[in-house]
């Protein structure tokens, strides 16, 4: 830990008032007669929002319940990489790293990292208890942006040294979602000597050989035929991020509505109402995260980086991971889960479970469900015991 500097979230009261005077003199515009959100985010539900962030919304208590915990910056590869280090209660926690994704950052975990680090204080056994490391990952919030994008294949490197090198664990497990998840799959399959065993809530992954069985194939034409709508901000950012970059880096409502899309279309709702799953100051937390940081730039390049590794196949020779691999299937991920026959062909699965309810932001979502899925698999692991 010699190489780590405590941090403290701390963002200047005039780049607060800044973002709310844009906020107030958004120029509105119109939507479609019959819109909801199937043209995009929602132009009512905007300036709801909006309303809410410029009058009631409060920056300092939502920055006050990151600092609650023991925030770091150390440099990995030239990058100062952030991370949280929620030491866990007990004589035997077990080192956890757990990774956000895009849209997300650690505000996915404000309410997911105390009741992994001290399980006793929530019910819980405290012999379940992790040392929990939440880093945003490069080029996100508060960890510095790579020179160049880079993919989960590279943060994931960049990841496992901060376990091994500047926190100095010979092993530990990782969970992941989104973005996450791809990195935990490269934190199987490239650092297996210590990350000995991972779990996961999407499958980012390809086999090279493709789908095998009718069932497969079923899923893959079902799976491209649900991309087609989705695909417009996943093709953008994986080839001309930069361009979009010049108008969202200046709009605070341009950031907001971008996120808020992928908020409300990948998250298991009620009623088409995004607040049946999350409160305004969640939504308005992470959102404030890529503004106050003025990284919705650097964040966006992790598609780039994926197309230059690669893709989505984990490898050429038709290799899998290895470590133990944990499944939480959600039933409204937006990346819907193969058949498992699939998926075992990419990683050594000791548990699948299909879970009642959740989509792709499961710790926010569904933290308990989460949580308790996490726990079941660490105990299972005989390899970190």
Known sequence: MSACIPFTIDVPDDTLEFIKTRVQQYPWHEMPIDGG?????????????CDYWVNDYDWRNEENRLNQFSNFIAPVDGIDLHFILEKGSGSNPKPLLISHGWPGTIVEFVDFIDVLAHPEKHGGNIEDAFDVIAPSLPGFGYSGPPPRPYGPRKMADIFNKLMTDVLEYDSYMAHGGDWGGAICSWLGY???????????????????????????????????????????????????PQTLSYGMMDSPVGVAAWILEKMHGWSDIKNDDIESVYTKDQLLTNIMVYITTKTFNTASWIYYGRREEGGRVLSTEGRRVEVPTGCALFPKELLAWPPRSYAERIYNITQWNEMPRGGHFAAMEEPTLLINEIREFSRSLDILK
């Open 37 to 49: 959100w199937e043209y995009g985010t929602n132009l009512d539900y905007m300036k709801e929002l």
């Open 190 to 240: 490239d650092h297996a000597q210590h990350c000995k065993a991972i779990h996961i809530n999407i499958l980012t992954m390809r086999h090279k050989d493709g789908p095998q069985t009718n069932e497969e194939f079923a899923w893959a034409e079902q799976f491209e035929e649900d991309q087609i709508i989705q695909n417009g901000y996943r093709t953008q950012q994986a080839t001309k």
